[in-house]
């Protein structure tokens, strides 16, 4: 058998045959491939699909994937629009970014404008260019793909690479299997050092952003002084909140996102929702200069009802805690990663006023979603009773 040359992954990639149906489930594939998660074509064989191809996870975020697969070679500002449409599909649907996949040369100048354009609108952007593709089908992960939408057959070389390829994935699936359970029983045996650890990391990350945060960790306290919201020689974390605290949850929960953003309260108006089109944004959040005043009065209101709420009914607690949730979301703080970062907090605020909580109970599932959005509507049910759930498991 001849070798392939490489060129031919190219060539056939630019020289797109398969139509838009085809483009969409070649998209589906490369995400499998690429560790996604999730995958959810919606409109595949045609029809409306309100700016949302397909449906997709990756590493906790949500993703709109839009595919653009043209038969020949276009210009960037064909591109850039195209690009701009399709980014109004995570906008719409309230998913955390897009991933633009497209059979198309984009330049290292022309990708950064790109993740610019998703950056102001607060949204993520994936870019899987012409280059990226060949280079991931040019790959044993991606031989098969290859094949099956380009028709391109595995040369001898390749062919053992492929096979070595999905040996050694099984492998490793074994061992991962067998390493999660003792990571797992690790994380049982140091949790508590673990807290402690979280704790200290917080109030350094405080602390070097210009706030002093006056936290014993839970551990230096006797076992039997440890009672949930006393106020003896200890302060509970979530007792004293802080800008810096809230800026240092903001860095350690994020680590994916861009260093320019991590730690970085957003100085940009921003949208959830759609902001323009046929339905107006389903919510704009302050604008960026509100955002110290609205976070200093909230967190102000907080520390000084926390010594209250301490010895207060369940029931107060819990709704205390998703209104605080909820402000603080409504505020949107960072550009993204707010979520992420109000889940922790709150997480921290059901452990020092309750003294347990299920952090996996509260994730970022439909249920949770939906919660929000009633809550954005007056509505705290969905949230208590996420948040009850979680603390009686």
Known sequence: MNDVPRASTESQLREWRTGQVGGERFAAALLHISEFENIDPQAPLG???????????LKGKTYVAAAYFPTTDKTFNAVR????DDVEGPIRHNRDGIVFITNQHIGLADRQELEELA??????????????????????AGYGVRLEFLRLPMTEAEQLAYFDSSRNKLEYALERHSREIRNLARKIDTLQVGQ????????????????DVDVLPVAAQPEQDRVVGEQ????????????????????????????????????????????????????????????????????AAWNENY?????SSDAEKLK????????????????????????????????????HVEPDLIDRGADYY???????????????AILRAAITT
């Open 81 to 84: 629009k195209k690009f701009n």
């Open 232 to 299: 003896g020689d200890w302060s509970p974390f979530s007792a004293a909140l802080s800008v810096g605290i809230l800026l240092a949850v903001h860095r350690l929960s994020c680590p994916d996102l861009p260093p320019r953003m991590l730690g970085k309260p957003r100085t940009q108006t921003v949208w959830i929702g759609n902001p323009g089109g046929d339905k107006a944004a389903e919510y704009q959040p302050p604008d960026w200069a509100q955002i110290p005043g609205l976070v200093g009065k909230l967190l």
């Open 320 to 355: 205390a805690i998703a209104d605080f949730h909820h402000e603080l979301l409504s505020i949107h703080p960072f550009l993204d990663g707010n979520g992420r970062m109000a889940r922790a907090i709150m997480i921290q605020q059901c452990i020092d006023l309750f003294g």
């Open 370 to 384: 939906k919660a929000v959005k009633q809550a954005g509507e007056g509505d705290l049910a969905g949230l208590i």
């Open 307 to 311: 010594a209250a709420l301490a010895v």
């Open 119 to 140: 950056a102001s609108k607060g949204k993520l952007c994936i870019l899987y260019h012409r280059e990226r593709i060949r280079a991931l089908l040019d790959s044993p």
């Open 196 to 211: 402690n650890f979280a704790v200290e990391t917080v109030a350094r990350i405080a602390h070097s952003l210009g706030e």
């Open 47 to 57: 029809g409306a699909d309100d700016r949302k191809d397909i449906l997709c996870d």
